[in-house]
DNA sequence: CAAGTTTTTTACCTATCGGTACGTTACTTC
DNA sequence: GAAGTAACGTACCGATAGGTAAAAAACTTG
């Protein structure tokens, strides 16, 4: 029965910002000076809107997840296997070296950091995790149906995959360039099982 | 032309609990006070003995490549590639599963961070870029002497390796555990240049 | 034992951390 | 236009960050 005053930003704006400088520096390296002066609001109007860190924190997680972590889950919807993880490798490339922000948010923030953030920590990992079976449970989808070879092991598989695409993260951090990473993705396709001798 | 108060604690041994913590916690999430406690000193003798926490963390950093991180370099002894890199990935599996430190030191710090420990950050990422560039020297030199096919590419090759090997470390600090991490570097190895038909 | 040197201890520094109290402003509803 | 509501801006909170001043303590050398 009354309005109040209208919110003098646009919150997925905001949370794009937040996102940037998560992304860029980390949870644990992120203070909410940084936010604040990104998002253009002050601290109450923060903590108003999105509870406190931790909250803005998933809150950008969730958004990374179904934005540029999105080619992920969209890549399961390939009708083969090996284009499942063409497009998690390729797009892990692309995600990572885009440049002002090297690396992977969720890669970065599921390391090690202090006992204050540990919870942060374990809603990264969870989600991670989540990826991981998510993919697994495909590349059995796909032996079931003979995409792949009877021997193959799933879980080892999709283990694999995201062992590289974590390490393309690093790797994207540590100054590799796409065009490096993007033969390091080739090497993997070479090799993918169920398609006769590889050419290297 | 004098002696003064001996130091009441060993600096190695100092060290080997500097290493504890920042292993476990990564330099930005380490406090002093962490530091100290774990240490057995307090902290005017920790700044008098190694200067401030980034020279202490570079103090360590040493400590930790020759040290539990050795297997790297060591590996590039053996005579054959392919056991170089089971050696690398091998090494890698055993290093970031141990228990109380899940994960990896140099892969943890060469993360997105905070602006003021940027110069901590680099500090690792130029060790690890170091580390690839004597890997992929390695390589080289196995092609040239027939270990590899003629046709591998040694720089993306060494790259891949490193790749998986910052993975690895990812999946590790995710809960992976030695057993499932070893099944991928099977995996990398079944497929390794120059043995005929992989068997998978 | 006196002088000189270095480490230890205690106590403290400033800056910044994440988070909030409170009064003001801008809006909607009656 | 009065009442109600919610976001805004300012100014602040206690806690902790990394780092240090200064004096007491433990040694070596003469």
């Known amino acids: 029965m009354a309005g109040g005053r209208p919110r003098?930003?646009?919150?997925?704006?905001?949370?794009?910002?937040?996102?940037?400088?998560?992304?860029?520096?980390?949870?644990?390296?992120?203070?909410?000076?940084?936010?604040?002066?990104?998002?253009?609001?002050?601290?109450p109007s923060l903590y108003g809107a999105f509870g406190n860190k931790e909250a803005l924190f998933r809150r950008v997680l969730d958004r990374y997840v179904d934005g540029p972590g999105g080619y992920s889950a969209a890549a399961l919807a390939e009708p083969r296997a090996r284009d499942v993880v063409a497009r998690i490798l390729g797009g892990a490339v692309e995600l990572t070296t885009d440049s002002g922000h090297p690396g992977c948010?969720?890669?970065?923030?599921?390391?090690?950091?202090?006992?204050?953030?540990?919870?942060?920590?374990?809603?990264?990992?969870?989600?991670?995790?989540?990826?991981?079976?998510?993919?697994?449970?495909?590349?059995?989808?796909a032996r079931d149906e003979g995409d792949l070879p009877p021997g193959a092991d799933p879980a080892a598989l999709a283990r694999?995959?995201?062992?590289?695409?974590?390490?393309?993260?690093?790797?994207?951090?540590?100054?590799?360039t796409a065009d490096e990473l993007r033969?390091?993705?080739?090497?993997?396709l070479a090799a993918w099982p169920g398609q006769g001798e590889p050419s290297r």
């Open 8 to 43: 003098a930003f646009d919150e997925d704006a905001a949370l794009d910002r937040a996102l940037e400088v998560f992304w860029r520096q980390g949870y644990e390296g992120t203070a909410l000076s940084d936010l604040t002066a990104a998002m253009g609001i002050n601290r």
């Open 105 to 141: 948010l969720s890669v970065r923030n599921a390391q090690a950091c202090g006992p204050e953030c540990e919870q942060v920590r374990r809603a990264v990992v969870d989600r991670r995790n989540a990826g991981l079976a998510a993919l697994r449970a495909r590349l059995e989808r």
């Open 160 to 176: 694999y995959v995201f062992t590289v695409s974590d390490g393309i993260a690093s790797q994207a951090a540590s100054d590799a």
């Open 183 to 188: 033969k390091v993705v080739d090497l993997v």
